[in-house]
């Protein structure tokens, strides 16, 4: 079993920043994708970006230019830099671990909710 942690969510103003992290921990194989979904109050959750560990990058359009994905392969952590919040980019930031055995299993993390005031 492979346990996810995000942290670093919280409170900013329109405009600011905030650095996301997840750390996956526990009986690791082979993971081939680390990333961040979102999920907005009524609404579906939704890919933010994501990141191969061949180092490949997929960013939703409305954070292209704003949002960064990093990854730190060693150590099995993924990180989300998100800067020019807008109160549009308010949700429950959830981190996605992807492992490849015989089959494609996502690993979730509880969450950490990212509220932007106008």
Not at 10 to 31: F, M
Not at 40 to 45: D, I, S
Not at 64 to 73: C, E, P, Q
Request: hydrophobic share 35%; charged share 15%; with cysteine.
């Amino acid at each position: 079993q492979v346990q996810v942690v995000e942290s670093g969510g919280g409170l900013v103003q329109a405009g600011g920043s905030l650095r996301l992290s997840c750390a996956a921990s526990g009986s690791i194989v082979n993971i081939v994708g680390m990333g961040w979904y979102r999920q907005a109050p009524g609404k579906q959750r939704e890919l933010v970006a994501i990141q191969t560990t061949g180092g490949n990058r997929n960013y939703a359009d409305f954070v292209k230019g704003r949002f960064t994905i990093s990854r730190d392969n060693a150590n099995n952590a993924v990180y989300l830099q998100m800067n020019s919040l807008k109160p549009e980019d308010t949700a429950v930031y959830y981190c996605n671990v992807r492992e490849l055995l015989d089959y494609v299993h996502d690993y979730w993390g509880q969450g950490t909710q990212v509220t932007v005031s106008s």
